[in-house]
């Protein structure tokens, strides 16, 4: 079987990699030449844990090559996958689904065989229809059959989640497509993975249903975390005692500083988008979205307010930008929200994070980038920890207030313990602690 992966990002990359090590021959499209030509050095054009290695595993062995030229990619393949990006359209807050439609016409146009047209990206409900018609139309000659199989590997362990996956979706318009999907997946069957075989339109919705209910418990919590700090209760109790419930589950409930990322934010809005045009509002999830995009500025105005309501001139020290641990990912982080606000107040921003490739060209030029937690802390008022990576949890809570001018420490991710933080002398706040 001959798979060709659209896109080289995170999901196609991925996929494309992992498809291979299934022991499928994968061609990995991009129309970027400088990642194809990263990748056929054996760089990687973004951080993923574990990826390097499983890239030039596969490389190696035969099965996994990376070109720029669709054309001869999509040539005699079976299946051939989309996974280019469905970013918010600027205005409406809709998914802008043109790079999908227009790698959809590209391979309709390149194949020169049956094969099945697969949508990875995250696409609204009814564009598998839509592609439907544009292959139809571009090759009324051939057999392009069409299917959705979302994608749900979380960035930071995107290789164990696309490996051993809690389900796989499938969505396929007649038997044919369902077969040659199913034998691509099928390793997982072995690990007894469930796959849920449904309509195109099922598919779709799935996804958005996923991640809009992740977001929502996000945000609940959230909501939990600021009403402990009114009442003087715990939100690490009370999300451990509600959590331990079954029908509830301990997952997705951290509180923190709002959720960012390339999906959640603009999932949500998509699906609340797609929802209101259809007749049938989600308004939990419309209300999500305004608490969540609130709650990343009021993040700023808590560091302000523990700087004691002026931050002009302060030294203040993010550690942590991008949107998570364990990515370099910077798309909707909440330090882009939270810095500027910063940057606004007066204050003076030096930043640290372990991948900070992407932060650099997006975050303003006015935030200075240092190569160690320490080092940002040096001469810092305030320490903002802001994306949990590992390697804060082990910072010496001693060496971390020597460096400092100040003693405000906010932790947004409620990493530090607060007695000890205390007991070593920080005017130390977290979210929904006492
Ligand atoms: P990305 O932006 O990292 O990658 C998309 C790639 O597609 C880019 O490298 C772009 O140059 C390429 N591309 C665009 N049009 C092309 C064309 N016509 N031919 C060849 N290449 C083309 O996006 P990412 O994060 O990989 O997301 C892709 C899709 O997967 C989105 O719909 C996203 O919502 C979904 N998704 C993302 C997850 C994530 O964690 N990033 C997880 C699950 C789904």
């Not at 590209?106 to 990875?120: D, F, R």
């Not at 490996?163 to 040659?180: L, S, T």
């Not at 160690?372 to 060496?399: C, M, Q, S, Y």
């Amino acid at each position: 079987m001959k798979v060709t992966m659209i896109g080289a990002g995170y999901v196609g990359l991925v996929s494309g990699a992992c498809f291979a090590a299934f022991g499928t021959d994968v061609v990995v499209v991009d129309v970027e030449p400088a990642k194809i030509e990263a990748l056929k050095q054996g760089r990687m054009p973004i951080y993923e844990p574990g990826l390097d290695n499983l890239v030039a595993e596969n490389v190696s062995d035969g099965r996994l090559t990376f070109t720029t030229d669709l054309k001869s990619a999509v040539a005699g393949a079976d299946a051939v996958f989309l996974a280019v990006g469905t970013p918010t359209r600027r205005g409406d807050g809709h998914a802008d689904l043109s790079y999908v439609y227009a790698a959809a016409r590209q391979v309709a146009e390149a194949a020169t065989g049956p094969l099945v047209l697969v949508t990875k990206s995250t696409v609204p409900v009814g564009t598998g229809r839509e592609v439907q018609a544009i292959v139809r139309e571009a090759r009324p000659d051939l057999a392009i059959d069409v299917a959705s199989n979302p994608e749900f590997l979380r960035e930071g362990s995107a290789i164990g989640d696309f490996m051993r996956p809690d389900r796989v979706v499938i969505g396929a318009e007649n038997e044919r497509a369902f077969a040659q999907l199913k034998r691509l997946y099928r390793p997982l069957y072995l690990i007894e993975t469930p796959i849920v075989a449904t309509s195109i339109e099922s598919a779709e919705l799935i996804k958005y249903a996923a991640n809009s209910f992740l977001a929502v418990k996000i945000t609940f919590i959230n909501q939990m975390a600021d009403l402990c700090e009114k009442a003087g209760a715990d939100v690490h109790d009370v999300a451990r005692g509600m959590g331990l419930d079954g029908r509830i589950g301990r997952k997705f409930l951290h509180a923190g500083p709002g959720y960012g990322g390339s999906c959640f934010p603009k999932d949500t809005l998509a699906l609340a988008r797609t929802a209101q045009e259809l007749g049938a509002p989600v308004t939990i999830v419309e209300q999500a979205v305004v608490a969540n995009e609130a709650r990343k500025a009021a993040m700023a105005d808590r560091v302000i307010s523990a700087l004691g309501g002026d931050a002009k001139g302060k030294v203040v020290a993010i550690l942590g930008v991008t949107f998570k641990p364990e990515t370099d990912d910077m798309r909707d982080a909440p330090s882009l929200v939270i810095i500027p606000k910063l940057l606004e107040a007066g204050a003076k921003v030096q930043a640290y994070d372990p991948q900070p490739h992407y932060a650099r060209q997006v975050l303003p030029d006015a935030v200075s980038f240092v190569e160690t937690a320490i080092g940002a802390a040096h001469g810092a008022d305030a320490v903002v920890l802001l994306t949990e990576w590992n390697e804060f949890r082990a910072i010496d809570p001693k060496k971390l207030k020597l460096a400092m001018a100040g003693t405000v420490l906010c932790d947004l991710r409620n990493v530090f313990d607060p007695v000890l933080m205390r007991e070593c002398g920080f005017q130390y706040s977290s979210i929904g602690r006492m």
